[in-house]
Each structure stands twice: as structure tokens, then as C-alpha cells.
């Protein structure tokens, strides 16, 4: 069978037409549950507020071998920039083009089907095998994974291994495997001033002013220097406002936003204290608010990282890097269990872009890899 009419391609072309805009699933985990159930898998729908969530277990015993991922994607954003249809799976040459076709549809249907053609090789495998899919990923991320998760602490089940599907790859599918992820801090900024004429500043006090210093200050401080797994932690600014809009007005307050992602070597704690000495030492009227949305994460080598990294050799003839860079993903969720977690998917160039597509062998060759990597850990070996 040609790549273009394969399972794995005839499948995410299914995901991709269902407009599953965060939290939406619209029709996904239906499309993936009737496929795991004729596979014998045991399904539990796991609805909570507006987010759909399935866990579908395959096997009784451990070692618990999971498939994670998400059926929901971004906005497309001005449809008229779009060659094509955002949900309307195009195949135009070597690639199909769709939302979600990299992130992370593609890597959902090459889950499926490599399950599919392992049981037909191995219905007696051993272990469990299981999937976790959400479609609360790309938004708040508070009724999806997490609520799966405790679900399963309830239930004590317990994962061993995890691959999550986040396109993970650079150049080449397979090339680069997420064996953790920083964490990520997101803080909110008010400096309090008065407002008053531009004419009259001493009447006033300008918080875009005072702002100034600290923001360089925190712009430009080395919070550390990272470690073997972990680049250095960095700040950036992501939005300023100020203002009335009008020329002639000395604004009262100044908002601003900016989010670190963090390293190993410290922690939220340690972080908001440094930020609280910073905007002190400046003598500013401020307030912080900050949201911890994920800590950082490492997974080892182990039997998990081992198996993918030979799955990629055998199938790719390349070894791969592991690496910890990227945004966060459902993964800070699952590791804190104790599961070795891994990320590999396809390539990343055009995730969240207008006219994202995936290259249509790469997410056949991820199929393989991943059959690989099931039969590396739930197969006995001879």
C-alpha cells in the first residue's frame, strides 16, 4: 500500500476534518474509541466541565504501557490565509496539510494503527497497554489531563512507561526525543502610580517610569546556568499596557506579563522570592500575581528511553538527541506519578502556523517506530 492511502494517513485525515477547537473534541474520541474497542480495549469516558477525556486500557497486568495525547487544537486564525481549508484534510504532494495534522492529530493516528498491527502480532501480549487522550491541551489544560490522572490515582493504576505525541522532531522524524521539559511560571505585574498632566509631572507619578529599572533588572538577570539536561532558566516579557490613549495623560498603573521556564536548579519559590527582591530593591508600588503551570521533569534512561532510542535506530538508521527545550505539554502531568515519560512525534516547523501540514511518510515511518517501541516493551524478549 502507497504512503498516501495508508491506515495511519486515511485516519488523521478523519481526525483533521473534525473542528475540534480547544476544549472541543467534535467527534475525535468517538472516531478513536470504535477503533479501540473492535481491539478489545476497555474504554471509560471521562468527561469533565466542557472537556471530553477518555482512558481505553488493553491487558490486566503490569508493566502499563500508555499512548498519551490530544484531540483538541488552536484557532486557525483569518481563514482567508489558509491555502487550503483548515479542516479539510488537503494532500498536496509529499504532504498533508490541515489544523492539527503535526499537533497532534497526525500522531494520534499513527498511535492507532500501530496498536492495531501489534495486536494482530501480539494479542497475548505482555503487560497492559493503554491510551490517554484530552481535548483540554492547547487551552487551560485544568479538566483534561489532570483529571484523568487523578481518576487513575483513585483507581491506583499505575503507569510505567508514557510516549506522548507532541511533535517532537526538528528535521527528520525521530531525530529528537523530549525526555523532560522545563517548567513554566507565569507572572502577572501592576505598578501603581498617579495620574495626572503630562504638563504637570510633578503632580504625578509615572508607573511607565518607575517600570523602567526593574523590568530591565529581571530582563537581564542570569537566574542560573542550567545543567546537562536543563538550558538556563530565561524570562521573557510578553505584553505591556499603560495608557489611556490619550498623549497628553500620565497613566496611573502599568500591567505587565512575562513568563519564565525554568530549569531543575530552582523552583517556584525560589523564583518568586528573587522577583519580589528585584521589584523591591527598584522602590516601586507593585502587586504579583503568578501561576505555576508546570514544573520541570525528567525522565532518565531506562527501559523506556532505551526502547525508543533503538525503535529510531532500527527504523531511521539515525540516533536520536534527547533534549528538554520546547514549551510544556500534558507530560508535567503524568511524570510526577512516577512514569517514565517521553515525548516523539513529527516535525514541529509548522505547529500552531498557518497552512500546518505533516510530511505524509514521516507520520507513516512514526507509526513503525512506534509498533517498535510496544513490541521493545510488552514483548517478551528472546
Not at 33 to 53: A, I, M, T, Y
Amino acid at each position: 500500500m502507497d504512503d498516501l492511502n495508508s491506515p495511519t494517513i486515511t485516519l488523521a485525515q478523519q481526525l483533521i476534518a473534525c473542528e475540534s477547537i480547544t476544549p472541543a473534541d467534535k467527534g475525535c474520541q468517538l472516531i478513536i474509541s470504535e477503533r479501540l474497542q473492535k481491539l478489545g480495549f476497555s474504554l471509560h469516558p471521562l468527561p469533565f466541565e466542557d472537556v471530553q477525556n477518555l482512558w481505553a486500557i488493553h491487558g490486566h497486568q503490569a508493566p502499563l504501557f500508555v499512548f498519551a495525547g490530544h484531540t483538541d487544537v488552536v484557532p486557525p486564525g483569518n481563514l482567508q490565509d489558509w491555502d487550503s481549508p483548515p479542516f479539510t484534510p488537503t494532500l498536496k504532494g509529499k504532504y498533508l496539510y490541515g489544523r492539527g495534522a503535526a499537533d497532534m492529530k497526525g500522531s494520534l493516528a499513527a498511535m492507532i494503527t500501530a496498536t492495531e498491527r501489534f495486536l494482530q502480532r501480539y494479542p497475548h501480549h505482555a503487560g497492559s497497554l493503554a491510551f490517554l487522550i484530552t481535548s483540554d491541551e492547547e487551552g487551560a489544560a485544568d479538566h483534561g489531563t489532570q483529571h484523568v490522572i487523578k481518576y487513575l490515582n483513585n483507581q491506583k493504576i499505575q503507569i510505567d512507561y508514557c510516549v506522548v505525541g507532541e511533535p517532537s522532531s526538528h528535521h527528520i522524524v525521530g531525530d529528537v526525543l523530549k525526555h523532560g521539559r522545563r517548567g513554566s511560571l507565569n507572572c502577572n505585574l501592576k505598578i501603581v502610580g498617579k495620574q495626572g498632566h503630562v504638563a504637570y509631572p510633578a503632580k504625578a507619578n509615572n508607573p511607565i517610569h518607575q517600570a523602567l529599572l526593574p523590568l530591565a533588572k529581571l530582563a537581564t538577570t542570569e537566574w542560573d546556568q542550567g545543567n546537562v539536561h536543563f538550558p538556563a532558566t530565561s524570562l521573557q516579557i510578553s505584553n505591556i499596557h499603560s495608557g489611556t490613549g490619550a498623549v497628553n495623560v500620565i497613566p496611573g498603573t502599568l500591567h505587565c506579563q512575562f513568563n519564565l521556564r525554568f530549569s531543575n536548579e530552582v523552583t517556584p519559590h525560589s523564583l518568586i522570592a528573587r522577583i519580589n527582591d528585584i521589584l523591591m530593591s527598584c522602590d516601586v508600588n507593585y502587586s504579583l500575581e503568578y501561576k505555576v503551570s508546570g514544573v520541570p521533569f525528567l525522565t532518565q534512561s531506562g527501559l523506556l528511553v532505551e526502547s525508543c532510542l533503538r525503535a529510531i535506530q532500527e527504523i531511521q538508521n539515525i540516533t536520536p538527541t534527547l533534549s528538554t527545550t520546547g514549551g510544556t505539554s500534558d507530560g508535567r502531568f503524568i511524570a510526577p506519578t512516577g512514569a517514565e515519560v517521553i515525548e516523539l512525534g513529527p516535525c514541529n516547523s509548522t505547529i500552531h502556523c498557518v497552512n500546518e501540514s505533516v510530511n505524509i511518510q514521516d507520520l507513516n515511518l512514526l507509526s513503525a517506530i512506534y509498533e517498535r517501541i510496544l513490541e521493545l516493551i510488552l514483548v517478551k524478549q528472546g
